[in-house]
């Protein structure tokens, strides 16, 4: 018995130093020559990115509650279902039109002995090594970022001082290593300091390392701090390794990924010692009850001509970056494949932030797990996407300057929008600046269903079949507001990601006022919330009440209830795992709206 034992450690050992000559050998077969553009910006260097693609699933694929458990490398690569990549893949990915690839990496769950040893794993590494080489070899850029990674970010929020240190000690010298390795490639290999992480995750929890991490333990002041802490940390430690490090271009990833956090004054690009080679990084998928959406039949829908004007007005500002010279990744978008196949309208939808990306002289990186492009069959898995595709890269753009693509994005974009239609309903609830409307948005538990989430009431925002019942308010009284999911595609809602009483104009017309609900029926029952609702306003315009909200760790000092003090108030006053809501076929909420008694 101890004799198999020996022998199956030896095996291993071998076949750890198999991996790791295999990784070094690929090493050297490397398509890239090591040379550093000196002069080139920040800026003329995502000209000539191209359109990306994420290698998704793949290199980030861990396992957050065991961490290192296998010595064979493409365990982890095909952890998620994705196939082991290969040379192949990425001349197919190429040749498809996509000149970037961003490949997303768990670097500190595939360390040797975390929680407390940060040392990556030397086969890993000879991987990853291996993929850069393939997308070299492909004439691609790469972005080499670290990608959620278990979670381990919840560390830096951690109530625990010791926990927080190491957070920060962990992230530096994971990026001492990863810089190290690369340093004698070119510049056409880029570091992005984060995925989604910065900001909106330093309290997660994880099994793996962070289990005192305190929710909401830091205000929004501290997150907006840290993040650029850790964004400076990132690019001191790169640049101090020193060779093609001192002059690479490096990717800073903005608060949260999300745009308009980004542009937040409170989030500050890190200061460099090198000129004009840094980028900022954002996410986009607006809308998510189109993009996210789980099924393609119960999206959303999107096209109509004030979706095209949103879409160019949401990305704009990011100009700001651009001004002062710095280049600008969307490094994740696109209207995500769902397991019923592409969304309606998606190739339009791609086409039209393909156009806003040249309209602004940015680029960007599609996020693909095999649904757009299919590893296995080594081709784009619909023909209309794999046309556009083929004609935005940057051969098919040679020749052309920066502003006639500029100006042919823009011609795109107001070509599409006078061809698109006003509205998809003729039922809609027409806002105007005198009245009040009051609906229930919603998110099904498993984002098979929307209606108009936001504060902002866009009754187009609809899954295809869903019947509501919105009502207009011009004083005080009850009124009943309610959701019919019998006539979608999968004929209920499973339980509820999110939901809210929203009253547009209700701050403005209404100041003051609350929401009292009186009666909540689901599926014509009634239904006993297991916490008290309350009154509140995120902007100031639109008046709402939370009846289930996730996000919403703390009740806001704003927090107000129609009668007596707001004791016992709850943001999930539905509860998700109430089996009176695995199967929603009505919601039905009756409420009473005037001023606070």
Not at 86 to 110: E, H, S
Not at 217 to 241: H, M
Not at 252 to 261: F, P, Q
Request: contains cysteine; charged residues 20%; negative net charge.
């Amino acid at each position: 018995m101890k004799v198999s034992v020996k022998r199956g450690m030896i095996f291993l050992a071998v076949l750890f130093l198999l991996q790791v000559c295999m990784g070094l050998a690929a090493a050297e077969a490397a398509g890239d020559d090591g040379v550093m553009r000196e002069d080139l910006t920040a800026i003329e260097a995502t000209r000539l990115m191209g359109n990306g693609i994420n290698l998704g699933n793949t290199m980030e694929a861990c396992n957050n509650s065991r961490g290192r458990y296998s010595m064979f490398v493409t365990d982890y690569e095909t952890m998620w279902g994705q196939p082991v990549t290969t040379q192949a893949m990425l001349d197919a990915m190429k040749a498809a039109g996509f000149d970037t690839l961003r490949l997303p990496v768990a670097w500190i769950t595939n360390a040797t002995a975390m929680p407390r040893d940060y040392t990556i794993d030397a086969a890993y590494l000879a991987r990853v090594k291996q993929i850069v080489n393939y997308a070299r070899n492909a004439g691609m850029y790469v972005i080499i970022n670290d990608h959620w990674d278990g979670g381990w970010w919840g560390m830096f929020g951690s109530e625990d001082p010791e926990t927080a240190a190491f957070a920060m000690e962990a992230y530096r010298g994971m990026w001492r290593q990863i810089a190290e390795y690369f340093k004698d490639y070119s510049d056409y290999v880029i570091f992005e300091s984060a995925n989604e992480e910065l900001g909106a995750r330093f309290d997660e929890d994880s099994p793996l390392f962070c289990k005192d991490s305190i929710v909401s333990y830091l205000t929004d002041d501290e997150r907006f701090a840290l993040t650029n802490e850790v964004n400076q940390v990132f690019v001191d430690t790169v640049r101090a390794t020193g060779g093609n490090n001192a002059g690479r271009f490096l990717l800073i990833a903005g608060y949260g990924t999300a745009i308009d956090s980004t542009l937040d004054r409170r989030f500050q690009m890190p200061a460099d010692t090198a000129e004009r080679k840094l980028m900022v990084s954002v996410h986009y998928y607006n809308p998510w009850s189109y993009c996210g959406a789980s099924s393609a039949k119960g999206a959303t829908r999107w096209g109509l001509a004030k979706d095209y004007d949103e879409m160019l007005a949401v990305m704009s500002p990011l100009s700001a970056f651009t001004e002062q010279g710095y280049g600008v990744v969307i490094g994740e978008y696109g209207a995500l494949p769902a397991d019923d196949g592409f969304k309606d309208n998606a190739v339009a939808y791609h086409k039209a932030f393909l156009d806003c990306c040249d309209a602004l002289d940015l680029t960007s990186c599609l996020w693909d797990c095999s649904g757009y492009f299919n590893r296995r069959k080594l081709e784009m898995a619909d023909p209309d996407m794999a046309a556009l595709y083929a004609g935005r890269n940057v051969v098919a753009e040679s020749g052309k300057t920066p502003e006639e693509i500029t100006a042919a994005g823009l011609q795109s974009l107001e070509d599409a929008k006078k061809a698109a239609p006003a509205s998809f309903r003729t039922d809609a609830i027409e806002l105007t600046d005198d009245t009040c409307v009051a609906w229930i948005m919603w998110n099904s538990g498993d984002w098979a269903q929307s209606y108009s989430v936001g504060d902002i009431y866009t009754p187009e925002s609809i899954t295809p079949g869903l019947k509501v019942t919105d009502v207009v308010i011009n004083e005080s009284g009850d009124y009943t507001v309610a959701l019919d999911f019998t006539g979608t595609d999968k004929g209920y809602s499973n339980s509820v990601a999110f939901s809210a009483i929203g009253i547009a104009n209700g701050e403005k017309l209404h100041p003051g006022w609350c929401v009292h609900i009186v009666e909540c029926l689901i599926n014509g029952e009634p239904y006993t919330f297991k916490g008290r609702p309350y009154t509140t306003s995120d902007d100031g315009v639109c008046t709402r009440v939370n009846l289930f909200n996730e996000w919403v760790t703390a009740v806001p000092d704003t927090a107000r209830v129609l009668y007596g003090p707001p004791i016992g108030v709850s943001a999930q006053p539905l509860d998700r795992n109430d089996p009176a809501l695995s199967r929603i076929e009505t919601l039905t909420v009756t409420f009473r709206y005037a001023p606070r008694q």
